[in-house]
């Protein structure tokens, strides 16, 4: 089992940038892929991005494409979500969730998934809020 630490959520104007950072420990040696969601109040919780466990490919909402980037480091059992040109609309509950990669030799590195089901431990949440 894996635990995730979140950070770096805050209030940012309209325009502006933030950076989101998931800390995992625990089995940290298996393969996981790593995601971001975001929920808003009212409102079901939704993908925004992923990265597969060795960093190789990246996937974004169409929402979110072109703003923000997300990258990991292994070593540091980090992973980070750069959010730039924020949006009103990005405000959001923002969470890291972590999904157990089985069966894979380590030569390979499968797209991540979208899906919220896919995603087996969640951090607990930081609040993204933009102003406008």
């Known amino acids: 089992q894996v635990q995730l630490a979140e950070s770096g959520g805050g209030l940012v104007q309209a325009g502006g940038s933030l950076r989101l950072s998931c800390a995992a420990s625990g089995r940290t040696s298996l393969k996981y892929a790593m995601g971001w969601f975001r929920q808003a109040p009212g409102k079901e919780r939704e993908f925004v991005a992923a990265?597969?466990?060795?960093?190789?490919?990246?996937l974004f909402a169409d929402s979110v494409k072109g703003r923000f980037t997300m990258s990991r480091d292994n070593a540091k059992n980090t992973v980070y979500l750069q959010m730039n040109s924020l949006k009103p609309e990005d405000t959001a509950v923002y969470y890291c969730?972590?999904?157990?990669?089985?069966?894979?030799?380590?030569?390979?590195?499968?797209?991540?998934?979208?899906?919220?089901?896919?995603?087996?431990?969640w951090g607990q949440g930081t609040q993204v809020t933009v102003s406008s």
């Open positions: 990265i597969s466990w060795k960093g190789g490919s990246t």
């Open positions: 969730a972590a999904a157990t990669m089985l069966y894979i030799s380590s030569w390979q590195d499968p797209a991540p998934s979208p899906r919220v089901d896919e995603y087996d431990y």
